[in-house]
């Protein structure tokens, strides 16, 4: 059974978001709410025949939201990294093959256009 918090997460954050990302922090101020999400370690499809170890992350990028009750809102992105074992190669989840031939909202395709550009 899903918790009251998330509950609240998926109605205010991008639908979809939550299948990608984790919510690690949430920090309010009298002026804003910052929320971090990291992505969660699950290998991305186009790498499913491929040997990936998670690295980490890549740099923190910082996405304004729409205001909650007349407080700014950002969301603060940390997007996982994996080194193929086999190439050694560094590789990231493609967000423009997630969102091409998937059921997902245009708020949701929106938000990877713009982490794709990270």
């Known amino acids: ?28 101020t009298s002026e804003q709410i910052d929320i971090q999400l990291e992505e969660q370690n699950i290998i991305p499809e186009e790498f ?3 040997h990936l170890i998670s690295k980490g992350f890549l740099e923190e990028i910082r996405i304004q939201d729409f205001p909650i009750r007349g407080k700014g809102v950002y969301l603060l992105v ?7 074992e086999t190439s050694g190669n560094i590789v990231c989840r493609n967000w423009d093959y997630v969102s091409k031939g998937t059921r997902i909202t245009k708020e949701f395709a929106s938000f990877l256009k713009v982490i794709a550009r990270y």
């Open 48 to 50: 499913a025949n491929e």
């Open 1 to 28: 059974m899903e918790s009251s918090d998330k509950k609240l997460l998926r109605l205010v954050l991008p639908q979809g978001i939550l299948d990608y990302f984790k919510v690690t922090k949430v920090i309010h």
């Open 78 to 84: 940390k997007r996982r990294r994996w080194t193929n």
